[in-house]
């Protein structure tokens, strides 16, 4: 079996880049869908099947620079960091949480894309003036409304994930005796591995939804802890709530993971070849 290359950092980075921007703006409804039914105000209100494009502005502006900053850092963690074989998943965790760093660049597009999604400032609203009112009422530090409970998401998420896929990747190797696998076949990995993370952490998912659509400003008035946040909607809502849109969050990280992972795959063994 051929030993695998490993991609530079701008070849990461493009991938990257492509591989973010094609899923976000392929499986859009779906987590606009998803958005809605975990709202606190209901699927219903909050636009229901309406307009499930609502803030896709927002991930064309941001898609592409969050998913290139986490797999080129992702990337040179992966090969940097001196732990292999049975250690290599440890390697893996480790590296995909460093690569969340990225949220400083994803959580801004987060919060204009659900308020855009629920309709929070008006339904003919765009998602370039709903950012000129989040600056404006909240300064920049609204823009990163959530960052904590998105971090809190991201990692355990990712943890789990590239862990399992790389796992998996690994595995289907060994079985079809070709390394690197195709696209297509990574896809399926990504799947399966993003579908299982995507299901266990929908709890935070609801957690980080609710925090980034609270439009209370936390320097006039209290707003409630995220321990305290999670024990409200357990105790009001029940455990049901805290699993909200499971469903299609698994759904479209299962098929987005596909996407995600395969597109990835695709591109930065393609821009290997050319070199």
């Given at each position: 079996?051929?030993?695998?290359?490993?991609?530079?950092?701008?070849?990461?980075?493009?991938?990257?880049?492509?591989?973010?921007?094609?899923?976000?703006?392929?499986?859009?409804?779906?987590d606009?869908?998803?958005?809605?039914?975990?709202?606190?105000?209901?699927?219903?209100?909050?636009?229901?099947f309406?307009?499930?494009?609502?803030?896709?502005g927002?991930?064309?502006?941001?898609?592409?620079?969050?998913?290139?900053?986490?797999?080129?850092?992702?990337?040179?963690?992966?090969?940097s960091?001196?732990?292999?074989?049975?250690?290599?998943?440890v390697?893996?965790?480790?590296?995909?949480?460093v690569?969340?760093?990225?949220?400083?660049?994803?959580v801004?597009?987060?919060?204009?894309?659900?308020?855009?999604?629920t309709?929070?400032?008006?339904?003919?609203t765009?998602s370039?003036?709903?950012?000129?009112?989040?600056l404006?009422?909240?300064?920049?530090?609204?823009?990163?409304?959530?960052f904590?409970?998105?971090?809190?998401?991201?990692?355990?998420?990712?943890?789990?994930?590239?862990?399992?896929?790389?796992?998996?990747?690994?595995?289907?190797?060994i079985?079809?005796?070709?390394?690197?696998?195709?696209a297509?076949e990574?896809?399926?990995c990504g799947?399966?591995a993003g579908?299982?993370?995507?299901?266990?952490?929908?709890?935070?998912?609801?957690?980080?939804?609710?925090v980034?659509?609270?439009l209370?400003?936390?320097?006039?008035?209290?707003v409630?802890?995220?321990?305290t946040?999670?024990?409200?909607i357990?105790?009001?809502?029940?455990v049901?709530?805290?699993?909200?849109?499971?469903?299609?969050?698994?759904?479209?990280?299962?098929?987005g993971?596909?996407?995600?992972?395969?597109v990835?795959?695709?591109?930065?063994?393609?821009?290997?070849?050319?070199?």
């Open positions: 079996m051929a030993a695998e290359r490993k991609p530079t950092f701008f070849q990461s980075l493009a991938a990257g880049g492509l591989a973010g921007t094609a899923v976000d703006l392929l499986f859009f409804p779906i606009t869908v998803k958005t809605r039914l975990q709202s606190a105000q209901g699927f219903v209100k909050a636009g229901g309406r307009g499930i494009y609502k803030g896709v927002s991930v064309v502006v941001g898609s592409a620079p969050g998913a290139a900053a986490f797999f080129s850092t992702y990337e040179a963690m992966k090969h960091l001196p732990l292999h074989g049975q250690l290599a998943p390697n893996h965790m480790l590296s995909a949480s690569a969340e760093a990225a949220c400083l660049i994803r801004p597009t987060e919060v204009i894309k659900t308020r855009m999604q309709s929070m400032y008006g339904a003919s765009s370039f003036t709903a950012a000129k009112f989040v404006q009422h909240d300064g920049v530090r609204g823009f990163y409304r959530g904590l409970t998105t971090i809190m998401r991201e990692i355990p998420f990712t943890s789990l994930q590239f862990p399992l896929y790389e796992l998996l990747k690994h595995r289907l190797s079985y079809l005796h070709r390394k690197p696998l195709y297509h990574a896809a399926v799947s399966i579908g299982t993370a995507a299901a266990l952490t929908t709890p935070l998912d609801v957690l980080k939804t609710r980034m659509l609270d209370r400003d936390p320097s006039k008035q209290q409630p802890s995220v321990s946040r999670l024990r409200q357990y105790m009001q809502e029940g049901k709530a805290l699993f909200a849109g499971v469903i299609p969050r698994t759904m479209w990280i299962s098929a993971g596909a996407v995600f992972l395969g990835y795959e695709w591109a930065v063994h393609g821009l290997m070849s050319d070199h």
